[in-house]
């Protein structure tokens, strides 16, 4: 009787033992993240790979390309000194102007000033602490042709490139 008890204590533990490994193992899968790259992928020897697909994978795979609509990278061009930032989808220059400044380090200076007039917006005055002069302003490029409207009034597209040059009207 003893050795029958015996057993049946063992084949429980056993059995405990492998339903814990069980339900480990199950939690596991549920926690990695299994990525198929291709077809001719061999799963046996590598069982687990994570990628980050590339606009070219998901055009070959006919797969839908998700853009990050929130943010836009632009760039702003003063005396050949370029500044880069990414800023939200429907801000305009004078919006990029300020976050770039506000990224601004000792490395790579920027600022600016302006003015503001109701109904026209803000107007530049100084760049990087040089001075619009009688005759000569600050006048800004889109993508090297020339802004038809104020720097708060133009709204910004991905890989804009904001070239500011100091000209006469």
């Given at each position: 009787?003893?050795?029958?008890?015996?057993?049946?204590?063992?084949?429980?533990?056993?059995?405990?033992?492998?339903?814990?490994?069980?339900?480990?193992?199950?939690?596991?899968?549920?926690?990695s993240?299994?990525?198929?790259?291709?077809?001719?992928?061999?799963?046996?020897?590598?069982?687990y790979?994570?990628?980050?697909?590339?606009?070219?994978?998901?055009?070959?795979?006919?797969?839908?390309?998700?853009?990050?609509?929130?943010?836009?990278?632009?760039?702003?061009?003063?005396?050949?000194?370029?500044?880069?930032?990414?800023?939200?989808?429907?801000?305009?220059?004078?919006?990029?102007?300020?976050?770039?400044?506000?990224?601004?380090?000792?490395?790579n200076?920027?600022?600016?000033?302006?003015?503001?007039?109701?109904?026209?917006?803000?107007?530049?005055?100084?760049?990087?602490?040089?001075?619009?002069?009688?005759?000569?302003?600050?006048?800004?490029?889109?993508?090297?042709?020339?802004?038809?409207?104020?720097?708060?009034?133009?709204?910004?597209?991905?890989?804009?490139?904001?070239?500011?040059?100091?000209?006469?009207?």
């Amino acid at each position: 009787m003893k050795i029958k008890k015996q057993r049946i204590f063992i084949g429980i533990t056993i059995v405990i033992i492998l339903i814990i490994g069980f339900l480990y193992l199950n939690n596991k899968k549920e926690l990695s993240v299994i990525v198929p790259i291709d077809q001719n992928y061999n799963q046996d020897k590598i069982k687990y790979k994570i990628e980050i697909p590339t606009k070219e994978i998901l055009k070959k795979e006919n797969l839908p390309i998700v853009i990050d609509t929130n943010n836009i990278k632009v760039s702003l061009i003063v005396s050949d000194k370029k500044y880069e930032t990414k800023i939200k989808e429907g801000s305009t220059v004078f919006e990029a102007m300020k976050k770039i400044e506000e990224e601004s380090t000792s490395d790579n200076l920027f600022s600016f000033k302006y003015t503001e007039h109701s109904g026209l917006g803000s107007f530049i005055t100084e760049i990087n602490e040089i001075k619009g002069t009688p005759g000569k302003y600050w006048i800004y490029y889109v993508n090297n042709e020339k802004a038809s409207v104020g720097v708060s009034k133009y709204i910004m597209k991905e890989g804009d490139i904001i070239n500011w040059k100091q000209e006469g009207i």
